[in-house]
C-alpha cells in the first residue's frame, strides 16, 4: 500500500509547483504528495486513489479556478474521504468568502497566500491538522478489531469507551460481516463469549469491560504517588484545563475519569463557538489536543477509574475509588460535570445501548445509515448531533415538547438545520414508549393533541434532562436543591453555611463548603454550561488551589 496522500490542487503553475515544494520538502517521507491543475482533475484523482485503496489525509485547494471553485471540490471530497483534513488556499482580498464557506464545505482551515515563509505560515497548521488526522486514521489491514452485535449493550460500551480515548478501531457487525465470523471462527469464539476485541499480533479479548481493555492498551488506571498536591476528578474540559495549569504549575497533579477524556464536549461533533478555532472543532479533536498538552506538562491521567467517595481528615482528602483502591491528596478539583437523566418512556431501561443512546450520537453514527433514527431534545447538542448524523442516517426526526427549536437552539444550528433535508422537526410531541425485538424498531410518539402515532425508528438518541454527578461528594459540600454544587460567594448565603463552615477566613471563589475541595464546571450552581466556561473555572479553580496550599 502507498502512503497516504497529500493533494494540492491549483490552476496557477507557479503556486501549484510552490505548495507542491514546500509539501514535498517537509512530509515526502510520510506522505506521497500528488497534484491537479484543476477541480475536476482533482476529483478524478481523490477517486483513484480511492479505487487504488489509498488514504488521502489532506486537500490544499486554491478557491478561485475555472470550473469547479475549490468549496465545491472540498464539499466533494468530503463524500469520498471524509476524514480527510481540507484547507482552502485564497488570496487575502478573498477571506470573507473563505469564513462563509467553512459552513459549506466543512472547512478545516483557510491559508491565504503568500504563505511565506512556511516554517511560520505552512507547517504549523499542516502539522497540527495531520497530527489530528493521524489520530483517527486506521490503516486497513492494521490496528483493533472490535466484532460483536450491533444492538448489543456490551458493544455498545466498548465503542464508547474506545471512540472516547480516542483508540481507531475497526468495527465489524457479526450479522453482516462474514470476515467478523471467519475471525471469530479461527480464534474458536463463540458469539456467546462477543464483543472480542482483536489485537494486531492476534490476540483477541472476549467479552472485556472497559477497565480490562484499558490495561491491555497500556493505559495507567493505577496512581503512581502516595500523596498529590492535587487530584482533579472528571477530565471534562474543566477537569482538564485545570490539570494543565496545576502540572504546568509545578503540583503534583492527577487527573481521573470514570469513562474517558472529554466529558461532554468530547461527544460533541463540532464545537463552533469556541475560542481560536475558526472553523469549529470536534470535542474528540479539542480532548486530543488538551490530553496531549496535560501529558506533557506532567499531569497523571488514570481512566476508566470512578470516584466513589470522599472523606477529609486533618485537611488530607482520601478519595476511594470503585475498584476500593484509595489516593490521597492536599486539595480536589470536582469537575465531575453532568450526565443525562434516564428517559422516563416504557421500553427505554430495556433498550438502552441496543438502540436507546445518551448523547452517544459520535460513537454510532456511522452503523445509521440508511436508518430511521430520532433525537429526542431541543438543546445546541441534540442540534449538533441531528447534524452529524443526517450525515449518516436516511432519515432524522427532532423530537421536541415545544412548537420550535427558537427558543433552546441557537440560531446558526437551526440554520444548518433548516438546510439539511433529511432533517425533519417533531414538535409538540413526546417519546411514549419504545418498541422492539432485542433491539429498538418502533417508537410511539405522543402528539400535542393527545394522539398516538406509532413509527418504525431503528435508533434513539437522547439530549434531555441533565443533572449534576455530585453524589459523590461528601455530606460537607453542600448543593442545591438540584444537587448542584454550592461555591465561594454564594455560600454565606446557605441557611446551612454556619454549621458547616468552620474557617476564619471565607470560602475563595469555586471553593465548595469543604476547605480546599474546589468545583469547576458544570457541576458547580451557577455554572454557564459551556465549554469555554468550564475550562476558564478548571484553570481558575488552580490559582485558588495554590492560595489554599499556602494558607496549610
Ligand atoms: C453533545 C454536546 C455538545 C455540546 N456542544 C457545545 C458547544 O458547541 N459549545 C459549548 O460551549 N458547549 C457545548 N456543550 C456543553 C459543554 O460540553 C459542557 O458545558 C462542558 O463539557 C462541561 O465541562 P465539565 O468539565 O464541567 O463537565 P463534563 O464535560 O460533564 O465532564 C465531566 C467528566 O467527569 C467524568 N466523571 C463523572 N463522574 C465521575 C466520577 N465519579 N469519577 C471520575 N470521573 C467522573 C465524566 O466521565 C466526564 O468525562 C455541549 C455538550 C454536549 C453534551
Known amino acids: 500500500m502507498n502512503k497516504p496522500a497529500l493533494l494540492v490542487v491549483d490552476d496557477d503553475p507557479q503556486v501549484l509547483a510552490a505548495v507542491r515544494r514546500d509539501l514535498r520538502g517537509r512530509y515526502r517521507e510520510s506522505y506521497m ?17 480511492k479505487a487504488r485503496g489509498d488514504a488521502l489525509a489532506l486537500v490544499i485547494s486554491d478557491q478561485r479556478m475555472p470550473g469547479m471553485q475549490g468549496t465545491d471540490l472540498l464539499a466533494q471530497s468530503r463524500d469520498i474521504y471524509p476524514q480527510a483534513r481540507r484547507v482552502l488556499l485564497t488570496a487575502y482580498s478573498d477571506v470573507d468568502a473563505a469564513i462563509k464557506a467553512i459552513n459549506v464545505a466543512h472547512l478545516d482551515h483557510y491559508l491565504s497566500k503568500p504563505w511565506d515563509p512556511p516554517e511560520e505560515c505552512l507547517f504549523p497548521v499542516i502539522d497540527d491538522l495531520l497530527d489530528g488526522w493521524q489520530a483517527e486514521y486506521l490503516p486497513e489491514a492494521k490496528g483493533l478489531r472490535l466484532v460483536g452485535h450491533q444492538w448489543s449493550p456490551r458493544s455498545h460500551a466498548i465503542k464508547d469507551f474506545l471512540a472516547g480515548n480516542l483508540v481507531p478501531y475497526r468495527w465489524l457487525d457479526v450479522d453482516r460481516s462474514a470476515d467478523a465470523r471467519t475471525l471469530i471462527a479461527a480464534a474458536g469464539i463463540v458469539t456467546s463469549d462477543l464483543p472480542a476485541l482483536f489485537f494486531e499480533d492476534g490476540s483477541a479479548l472476549r467479552n472485556p469491560d472497559p477497565r480490562q481493555v484499558a490495561e491491555r492498551l497500556g493505559k495507567s488506571v493505577s496512581a503512581s504517588l502516595n500523596l498529590y498536591d492535587l487530584v482533579i476528578a472528571g477530565a471534562g474540559p474543566s477537569g482538564l484545563a485545570a490539570a494543565v495549569y496545576g502540572a504546568s504549575e509545578g503540583l503534583k497533579t492527577l487527573l481521573l475519569d470514570r469513562h474517558a477524556p472529554g466529558g461532554q464536549a468530547g461527544s460533541s461533533s463540532k464545537i463552533e463557538n469556541y475560542l481560536g478555532f475558526p472553523a469549529g472543532v470536534s470535542g474528540s479533536e479539542l480532548t486530543r489536543r488538551a490530553v496531549a498538552q496535560a501529558q506533557r506538562l506532567g499531569a497523571e491521567l488514570l481512566v476508566p477509574v470512578e470516584v466513589t467517595g470522599v472523606s477529609i481528615d486533618e485537611g488530607y482528602k482520601h478519595l476511594t475509588l470503585s475498584d476500593g483502591r484509595e489516593i490521597l491528596t492536599r486539595t480536589l478539583v470536582a469537575a465531575t460535570g453532568m450526565e443525562y437523566r434516564e428517559h422516563p418512556a416504557a421500553g427505554v431501561n430495556t433498550f438502552t445501548g441496543a438502540g436507546v443512546y445518551y448523547g452517544a450520537a459520535t460513537t454510532e453514527a456511522s452503523v445509521c445509515s440508511n436508518q430511521r433514527v430520532i433525537v429526542v431534545g431541543g438543546g445546541n447538542s441534540a442540534g449538533q448531533a441531528a447534524m452529524h448524523l443526517s450525515r449518516y442516517a436516511r432519515d432524522v426526526q427532532i423530537v421536541i415538547r415545544r412548537d420550535s ?12 438545520i433548516e438546510k439539511t433535508p433529511n432533517i425533519r422537526l417533531g414538535a409538540q410531541t413526546e417519546v411514549a414508549r419504545v418498541e422492539g425485538n432485542g433491539h429498538v424498531e418502533r417508537v410511539a410518539f405522543k402528539r400535542g393533541d393527545g394522539a398516538i402515532d406509532v413509527e418504525d425508528v431503528d435508533a434513539v438518541f437522547v439530549f434531555i434532562g441533565t443533572r449534576p454527578r455530585s453524589d459523590w461528594l461528601p455530606d460537607g459540600v453542600l448543593r442545591d436543591d438540584k444537587g448542584f454544587v454550592i461555591t465561594g460567594r454564594d455560600l454565606p448565603a446557605d441557611g446551612r453555611y454556619a454549621r458547616t ?11 465548595t463548603s469543604a476547605p480546599g475541595v474546589f468545583a469547576a464546571g458544570d ?7 459551556r465549554v469555554a466556561s468550564a475550562v476558564g473555572e478548571g484553570s481558575m479553580a488552580v490559582r485558588f488551589v495554590h492560595e489554599y496550599l499556602a494558607l496549610t
Open 405 to 416: 427549536l427558537r427558543d433552546t437552539m441557537s440560531r446558526y444550528l437551526i440554520d444548518q
Open 33 to 49: 504528495v500528488v497534484s491537479a491543475a484543476s477541480g475536476e482533475e482533482a476529483l478524478a484523482t481523490i477517486r483513484e486513489l
Open 523 to 529: 457541576i458547580r450552581a451557577g455554572a454557564m454550561n
Open 501 to 511: 463552615w468552620k474557617q476564619r477566613r471565607e470560602p475563595m471563589a469555586l471553593e
